[in-house]
T-cell receptor
Framework: GESVGLHLPTLSVQEGDNSIINCAYS??????FIWYKQESGKGPQFIID?????DKRQGQRVTVLLNKTVKHLSLQIAATQPGDSAVYFC????????????FGPGTSLSVIP | SQTIHQWPATLVQPVGSPLSLECTVE??????LYWYRQAAGRGLQLLFY??????ISSEVPQNLSASRPQDRQFILSSKKLLLSDSGFYLC?????????????FGSGTRLTVV
């Protein structure tokens, strides 16, 4: 989409603080969402997912919040560590097209020691 | 368990030379396969995807082509590379119409065209 040509937005967080990464999704029909983490020079890796029948899901140090009313997704990372420095992508899928994932533009998280 | 292999990890090629990047998946049958490109500091751009042998869908017009000669093999090619083809190329697979969705990505190939 259009976002692939834009520089990634960046977020700088002090080590130990909580991080919040936001994502606005585009398709009202999307009913499944994933957050990916991409470390430098590597492929994106699955972090956590959430279905549209939920508004919150928690993992280890991560929480995903879904607000379908405003089509907004967020990833919260508790007690951010240097190893959390990476680019984070949200992804959305609709029941009619689970074979094609729509990725958000990504956010670069930088953790300050 | 399912794994995805992508090679080479890095590649430096002169302008006008051909390209062949290979991706193979193990541990699953009839996966959907994808090629993405990522420019430095940018997002993920879908180039091609395939839902079966010989079935290729192109998302953007470009200097590249893709082929799927076998069920678990996906190849990205170019006859003549351009400087603008430089980037980080990612292969991914997904299991269609089943349980958990989304992609599993390979480790990527860093292509520099000089």
């Amino acid at each position: 989409g259009e976002s692939v040509g834009l520089h990634l937005p960046t977020l700088s967080v002090q080590e130990g603080d909580n991080s919040i990464i936001n994502c606005a999704y585009s398709n009202s029909a999307s009913d499944y969402f994933i957050w990916y983490k991409q470390e430098s020079g590597k492929g994106p890796q699955f972090i956590i997912d959430i279905r549209s029948n939920m508004d919150k899901r928690q993992g280890q140090r991560v929480t995903v919040l879904l607000n379908k009313t405003v089509k907004h997704l967020s990833l919260q990372i508790a007690a951010t560590q240097p190893g959390d420095s990476a680019v984070y992508f949200c992804a959305e899928m609709a029941k009619t097209s689970y074979d094609k994932v729509i990725f958000g533009p990504g956010t670069s998280l930088s953790v300050i020691p | 368990s399912q794994t995805i292999h992508q090679w080479p990890a890095t590649l430096v090629q002169p302008v006008g030379s051909p390209l062949s990047l290979e991706c193979t998946v193990e541990g699953t049958s009839n996966p959907n396969l994808y090629w993405y490109r990522q420019a430095a500091g940018r997002g993920l751009q879908l180039l091609f995807y395939s839902v079966g042998i010989g079935q290729i869908s192109s998302e953007v017009p470009q200097n590249l082509s893709a082929s799927r000669p076998q069920d678990r093999q996906f190849i990205l090619s170019s006859k003549k590379l351009l400087l603008s083809d430089s980037g980080f190329y990612l292969c991914a697979w997904s299991v269609p119409r089943r349980g958990r969705y989304g992609y599993t990505f390979g480790s990527g190939t860093r292509l520099t065209v000089v």
